[in-house]
Structure formats: C-alpha cells, structure tokens
C-alpha cells in the first residue's frame, strides 16, 4: 500500500491534535475525575522553568551595567510595578500583587508560546516513545500548549477569583464585605420591603459580576490560543496535502505553507504577548476592584 493510503484524512489528523493525554476517556462534559495529564505536565513544567529564570535573575543580580538578561527582567519588573502601583493602590497588597502578576506574566507567556514549536514535533516524539513501550502508537495524543486546553484557563481565572476573595474579605471585612453584597451597586432603602428587594437584586447583581468576570478572563485566553492552534494546524495540512500530491501543480500548496506559516507565526507572536499581558491587566483590575468599597 501507498504511504498516501495509510495516511489519515483532514479530519482525523485534527482531531488526533484535539485530543488530549488523559488518565481515563471522559465521558460527560464535566467530570472533575478526567485529568488532562498533558496540560498538567506541560503547564507545571513551564511554571518551573519560569520561576527559575526570574530566580535566576534575581540571584544574579549586580549594582553595575546589568547583562542582556538581567536587563530584560528589570524592564519587565518596572512595566509590572508601574502597572500594579496604578491599580491596587494598598502598598501593603501590592507586597504579594506585584510578584504575583509578574509570575502570571512570564508563566502565561511560556505556555502561549509553546504554540510556536513545530506542530507535529513532541507528539511525533511521544508517538515514537509510545509505540517503543509497545502500545498503539496511532492512540499516542498529546497537546502541549496547556492555555488551549480550557481547564486550564478556567483553573487560572478561579484561582484569581478566590484571590479577589481574600482580598474583599481582608480590606473590608466579613461584615463590611457582607453590607457591600447587599447594598452595592444599586444602594438601599431605610423602607424594610424596599430593602429586602434591592439587597436581593444587588446580591444577584454581585454574584453575576463574578461569574461572567471569572468565565470572560479564562475563556478569553483559552478561545485566543485554541484559535491559533487550529490555525497552525490548518497551515501543515497544506504541507501535508502537497507531500501527499503528484500533480506537478501543486507545488503551489508548498509555497502557501510556507508562506501562510511564516506570516502565521510572526502574527502569533504578538497574540502570545498580548494574552500573557492583558490576563494579568484584568489580574490586576480585579484585585485592584476588590480594595476599592461602593
């Protein structure tokens, strides 16, 4: 048989890329007992990796003409700082809010730009390590840009939830965070009818703002990076089509894969910034929301 016989249809080549590593099959749209082992793998690992290098820097550190690298980090420290000082104006808050959006940063950025590896190359890689081990490789999946996978951008968002949580909590207390619930934003009413009705209209007012900020800030990142993952792997089946052709005609293909990839990546470059950078922006918003009192 012809390797153009063996080889798998559009379709089956993107969702074999769609799928993810995972401990069992899932089989309901939520199930919090499926773990997408990739994403975990792949987000951790780059969480890691970010830490040191910023540990790195600070380690390495010198009062005098600071290297390329040392550098780069102070630019960002000072764009971070700038940022968190015009937001969230409790200096006391900023202590853990600025390290803490400078991590978001740097982390949200190195599993953006995951996007940028060849696309077939680590789950090439990992089809090859599979089928040594003696398993099927053709049911090898891996995706390994953790920020199109929505678990994990959704795990990002209610992590920052929780941390303007605390913060509400702590800036204005049980009681006074309780009184905002049922007073902000639409007030409230010495009448005792008048009262019970707006603070059940405030207090599903809040709770609405909660949710739809929390889904907005993870589905914005994840629906971004899943577009551009789709995207890439549009522009390898043009690759794919013309190895796969005889028609001398269709050289044309090779050149708008090459084309449309190079163009494609240089583009994405500026997405994976501009996610990174406006995930911690609404970071920062939404800490800065929780000091301010209505």
């Not at 749209?29 to 994403?39: A, H, K, L, Y």
């Not at 003696?134 to 929780?162: K, N």
Request: proline share 4%.
């Amino acid at each position: 048989m012809s390797a153009e016989a063996n080889a798998p249809t559009a379709s089956e080549y993107i969702v074999h890329h769609l799928t993810h590593w995972q401990n069992k099959p899932q089989t309901e749209i939520v199930d919090f007992s499926v773990f997408n082992i990739d994403s975990l793998f792949f987000s951790i690992l780059l969480g890691v990796v970010g830490c040191f290098f910023l540990w790195k820097a600070a380690r390495g550190v010198t009062s005098g003409v600071p290297g390329r690298f040392q550098a780069a980090v102070e630019i960002l420290l000072e764009m971070v700082d700038g940022q968190a000082k015009a937001i969230v104006h409790n200096a006391n808050s900023r202590k853990l809010v600025t390290p803490l959006a400078l991590v978001v940063f740097v982390w949200i950025f190195l599993m953006n730009a995951m996007d940028l590896l060849p696309l077939d190359l680590l789950p090439e890689l990992w089809a090859l390590a599979y089928g040594a081990a003696g398993y099927d490789p053709s049911h090898a999946y891996l995706r390994v840009v953790p920020t199109a996978d929505l678990s994990v951008t959704m795990g990002l968002s209610v992590s920052v939830l929780f941390i303007c949580l605390f913060y509400n909590i702590k800036i204005k207390g049980v009681g006074g965070w309780a009184h905002e619930l049922i007073s902000a934003p639409f007030g409230t009413s010495k009448n005792p009818i008048f009262a019970v009705i707006l603070g059940i209209i405030n207090i599903a007012e809040q709770l609405i703002s909660f949710v739809a900020k929390t889904v907005s800030h993870g589905m914005r990142l994840f629906g971004n990076m899943y577009a551009g993952e789709l995207v890439f792997m549009l522009i390898a089946l043009l690759g794919g089509s013309w190895a796969f052709s005889t028609a001398p005609g269709d050289l044309m293909l090779l050149l708008l894969h090459v084309v449309a990839g190079w163009a494609w990546a240089v583009f994405h470059i500026i997405i994976i910034l501009l996610q990174a950078f406006v995930f911690m922006m609404l970071t920062l918003v939404y800490i800065g929301q929780a000091h301010d009192a209505h």
